[in-house]
T-cell receptor, first 112, second 112 residues
Framework: GENVEQHPSTLSVQEGDSAVIKCTYS??????FPWYKQELGKRPQLIID?????GEKKDQRIAVTLNKTAKHFSLHITETQPEDSAVYFC???????????FGSGTRLQVQP | DVKVTQSSRYLVKRTGEKVFLECVQD?????MFWYRQDPGLGLRLIYF???????EKGDIPEGYSVSREKKERFSLILESASTNQTSMYLC???????????FGEGSRLTVL
């Protein structure tokens, strides 16, 4: 089955700095890679996703890049703000696998 | 807005008790999922269902069973609760042609 590894487990940045979270996946058939944000005490919510026919996708201050050859994808947050503080999860799914496999999560803390 | 509702936010049960966790979604989604969330382990898939009365095992199905008698409702059953099943349980649903998972608020189960 699929295995998704996520690094780092915790990340602390100063407000205004950039943050990068990296994930690797094992199944070369995976073709869908979403990122979820979970604020303290809340449910996870999708913030951005990318499919394997695209190398990069941006939405305002967040972007995701995908390297299919190396089987890794990354979340980039620019100009971080305190409200970006949360746990972020990467995930992967693909042909023959209906469900998402999640990474272990990254706790991002943005210091004001 | 999609609404996924989990019946209990907090439960405390004793070892050996039978536990029912219920989840209802209001968007006519075909797919429903039960994940378990533990610190440092991310979200791990227990079971999922892609249609009424259909189910598939996830990555950690041992000690759990599920029931989907109606499209909108997906129940997780712990036949005989054990202390290592103390965790946060998250239900999610997804439409057939979309990738986004919609999560419930979670059920925090403590087994004493």
């Amino acid at each position: 089955g699929e295995n998704v590894e996520q690094h780092p487990s915790t990340l602390s940045v100063q407000e205004g700095d950039s943050a990068v979270i990296k994930c690797t996946y094992s199944d070369s058939a995976s073709n869908y890679f979403p990122w979820y944000k979970q604020e303290l005490g809340k449910r996870p919510q999708l913030i951005i996703d990318i499919r394997s026919n695209v190398g990069e996708k941006k939405d305002q201050r967040i972007a995701v890049t995908l390297n299919k050859t190396a089987k890794h994808f990354s979340l980039h947050i620019t100009e971080t703000q305190p409200e970006d503080s949360a746990v972020y999860f990467c995930a992967a799914s693909g042909a023959g696998r209906r469900a998402l496999t999640f990474g272990s999560g990254t706790r991002l803390q943005v210091q004001p | 807005d999609v609404k996924v509702t989990q019946s209990s936010r907090y439960l405390v049960k004793r070892t050996g008790e039978k536990v029912f966790l219920e989840c209802v979604q209001d968007m006519d989604h075909e797919n429903m999922f039960w994940y378990r969330q533990d610190p440092g382990l991310g979200l791990r898939l227990i079971y999922f269902s892609y249609d009424v009365k259909m189910k598939e095992k996830g990555d950690i199905p041992e000690g759990y069973s599920v029931s989907r008698e109606k499209k909108e409702r997906f129940s997780l059953i712990l036949e005989s609760a054990s202390t290592n099943q103390t965790s946060m349980y998250l239900c999610a649903s997804k439409g057939q042609n979309t990738g986004e998972l919609f999560f419930g608020e979670g059920s925090r189960l403590t087994v004493l």
